[in-house]
């Protein structure tokens, strides 16, 4: 199968979520493709999908890229009448909600009386570029730490409140103003957050008399703020990076013959665009004029640049070789493979990941036991451990700041997005973290034959005619030319050169796993395996001693044949891929059992086994046997299914992860699998499986750093061995340190 189909899939398909692992929404999904159900994970979430009397509004949100914004939308939206469902993206800010007809309006003023500032957008609208952002802000709370370390150099030195309380106001009203307006709209919405938290621990502090203490506070929050929101932008530019990898402006052939630019976002359908040597291309097309080679790597992830001429195909966002090449636009840029990637990684995450279902479900609970303790403490703490009030006051404000999941709940998220981003890189459009983060426990993996294990064209061989050689002949053209299976292309092209007139065949079928049909003359004639022929037992003497020369040659075997008998059959051979051992091997230094499961003929499968050091490989093999057989090996553990054709679509759905050959697999085998290789490399396999290991990594790595920085300063704090400002400081840290770790992903080598 050409690309594009890969396109029409992303357009049909659920491919993912937000890059944020506190995106979710309330509904039940159900994949719409072969009831895809995983026997593992939790499915990918539904896109939302209003019924005739709702509507969906998208918003962007600028300020919305916390868990905290999050928390604060939901009280507000969901209790609120007419509002049906809710999708969150905060690494894309961006909001979804199904709501009644002529609502959003009125969804629009509660987000601003909010604080926010929501922008409609649409649904094919490109991934949103974040604008530059300014050093105003940067330089303004700046100053206000500087102000801040000299009324608190002012405390040191013990100089009167005279002195310092203006100093510290200076730095409190330059840095806090924006907290204090989101904490109070947080308790307004009685909504517990960092901001409401932050807002009374400084408040409380300014109380009882700590203006140095609260000014070194809130200016340090206001600036790990800032630094966090710069470092998770770097995220978001990774995703919407992919993007730049197309030009901007394209050359496009006018209506008087003259080359112009133009915008990309600007060209029509069918348009003619030129692009130079060494240029990049800037929308998906077929080529119609000239000779070249195209590095697509940035694409598919393949390696060696490919020959392109006329009618073949070429995509946004590859790089020209040595000639020029003019192409027609196959679609819009909205419609070109590489933004359908970028919103395939952009969105990647419906399914939350086991480890990331914890860390939100870790984060409901340790906020409001933080700080109850903390009230606790500042109330019961005189009472039952004696000293004074104010000192076990100044304890339950430390607890406070403490009380902050940020760390903990950012921790996720970034680690998943740059895995995905990178995958993207190598060629993978994985549909959810949820695979990604189990790929790592795949123990069994499945493999279709043609168009996997080999080249998938095969060519014709030889055939054999019982009778009335030219008839037989042109209905297994005729047949033939009319399906897109790989063994019936090999035929229609090996007998289009005998000057074969096609048939006019009637009620043509393509029936999965067995071969085509049609009718003609008033009978029913069929294309495709043995054992679907009505005659299959009834072979003649001849035939038999042909079936099992051909099957020694290890090729896959077509027979044409009626209700009377068998008229011809056609021996094609494929070609193993030249990768396909190294990936076998990679595969089972893993630990990965591989099994082939193939339609085809058991002596031809035997013998592809044989030559790729397969031990274990089924042929003949029915679309539910190969379901059934998977079905067995999901209950012991996680299982992989790989194939390209419909005849593979249960088995795909039946594994907890299944993975498509992105170029040459069908729209319904890529519709219904959680993985497009999208150069059909096998080798890819075993490098999702050591990213998978990777992230698995990071993500312990990550969650072990946000716990236990949490940990050490709750025992410091009861302790009253931490400072206020100490406790922000170690939360800035404990973020910018995951932030910072995750972003390794980004630049992981996974070779082998």
Not at 133 to 156: C, D, N, Q
Not at 317 to 339: A, H, P, R, W
């Amino acid at each position: 199968m050409k690309k594009e189909q890969v396109q029409k899939d992303l357009d049909r398909t659920t491919v993912a979520k937000s890059v944020s692992s506190c995106c979710e929404t309330h509904t039940h999904h159900d994949h719409s493709h072969d009831n895809h159900q995983h026997h593992t994970a939790a499915s990918t979430v539904a896109p939302l999908t209003p019924s005739a009397d709702q509507e969906l509004t998208q918003f962007y949100i600028a300020q919305m890229d916390c868990p905290v914004e999050e928390q604060l939308i939901r009280s507000k939206l969901e209790t609120k009448m007419g509002v049906v469902q809710l999708q969150f993206n905060l690494m894309q800010r961006r909001l979804d909600v199904v709501h009644a007809q002529g609502l959003a309006a009125e969804i629009t003023r509660d987000l601003t009386r909010l604080g926010m500032a929501p922008q409609q957008i649409h649904e094919t609208q490109a991934p949103t570029q974040t604008p530059s952002a300014s050093y105003r802000p940067l330089v303004k709370i700046g100053i206000a730490v500087g102000l801040a370390l000299v009324a608190e150099g002012m405390t040191w030195l013990d100089l009167s409140a005279a002195w310092v309380l203006p100093v510290a106001l200076a730095a409190l009203l330059l840095s806090g103003l924006s907290i204090y307006k989101k904490g109070w709209i947080a308790l307004a919405n009685r909504n517990l957050n960092i901001n409401a938290l932050m807002s009374i621990a400084v408040t409380g502090a300014v109380l009882i008399g700590s203006w140095a203490e609260a000014a070194m506070v809130m200016s340090l929050f206001a600036l790990a703020e800032l630094i966090e929101a710069r470092s998770l932008d770097r995220v978001r530019h990774a995703v919407d990076g992919l993007l730049n990898l197309a030009p901007e402006q394209v050359e496009v052939l006018t209506a008087d013959g003259q080359w112009q630019l133009q915008h990309a976002q600007q060209v029509p359908l069918g348009a003619v665009v030129r692009v130079m040597p060494g240029a990049r291309i800037g929308l998906d097309g077929v080529v119609q004029a000239g000779r070249s080679v195209v590095n697509q790597a940035p694409i598919t992830g393949e390696s060696v640049p490919v020959d392109k001429q006329e009618g073949d195909e070429v995509f946004a966002g590859s790089i020209n070789g040595f000639g020029e090449l003019q192409f027609i636009t196959q679609g819009t840029y909205d419609n070109t493979l590489l933004v359908r990637i970028a919103l395939a990684v952009q969105n990647a995450q419906q399914g939350k990941a086991p480890v990331q279902r914890f860390v939100d479900q870790f984060s409901r609970v340790y906020t409001p036991i933080v700080t109850l303790v903390a009230l606790a403490l500042a109330v019961l703490g005189p009472w039952v451990f004696g000293g004074a009030w104010l000192d076990w006051v100044y304890k339950a404000l430390v607890l406070l700041v403490i009380a902050c999941p940020c760390a903990l709940v950012i921790s996720t998220p970034v680690a998943v997005v740059s895995a995905l981003t990178r995958a993207a890189r190598m060629g993978l459009l994985i549909k959810g973290g949820v695979y990604l983060e189990q790929a790592r426990h795949l123990r069994y993996l499945a493999l279709d034959k043609t168009g996997t294990l080999t080249v998938g064209q095969p060519q014709l061989q030889d055939h054999w005619l019982a009778a009335n050689a030219d008839q037989a002949l042109a209905l297994a053209y005729s047949l033939a030319q009319r399906s897109d299976h790989p063994a019936s292309v090999a035929v229609a092209e090996g007998l289009s050169g005998q000057g074969l007139n096609a048939l006019p065949l009637t009620q043509f079928e393509a029936i999965p796993g067995a071969g085509v049909q049609g009718l003609w003359d008033a009978t029913v004639w069929r294309l495709g395996k043995l054992s679907w022929m009505p005659t299959a037992a009834l072979l003649p003497d001849a035939l038999q001693d042909w079936v099992r020369l051909q099957q020694q040659r290890g090729a896959s075997l077509v027979f044409l044949g009626s209700d009377q008998q068998i008229w011809a059959a056609f021996a094609v051979l494929d070609q193993i891929k030249p990768a396909v051992a190294e990936a076998l091997h990679q595969l089972q230094t893993l630990g990965v059992q591989v099994e082939m499961l193939s339609g085809d003929n058991q002596a031809a499968v035997q013998h592809v086994a044989q030559q790729v050091g397969l031990q274990h490989a089924q042929g003949d093999l029915l679309p539910e046997d190969k379901q059934r057989i998977v079905s067995a090996r999901t209950q012991r553990g996680v299982t992989g299914m790989v194939g390209d054709g419909i005849n593979d679509a249960p088995a795909l759905a039946q594994a907890s992860i299944g993975f498509a050959m992105g170029a040459l697999g069908t729209d319904m085998a890529i519709e219904t699998a959680d993985v497009a290789i999208m150069n059909d490399d096998l080798r890819q396999i075993p490098r999702t499986i050591r990213l998978s290991q990777r992230l698995h990594q990071i993500l312990v790595q990550n969650i072990s750093v946000a716990l236990g920085i949490k940990a050490v300063f709750l025992v410091m704090a009861l302790m009253g061995s931490v400072t206020m400002w100490m406790a922000v400081f170690a939360d800035v840290g404990a973020s910018l340190l995951v932030i910072a770790n995750s972003l390794r992903l980004l630049k992981l080598r996974v070779s082998a």
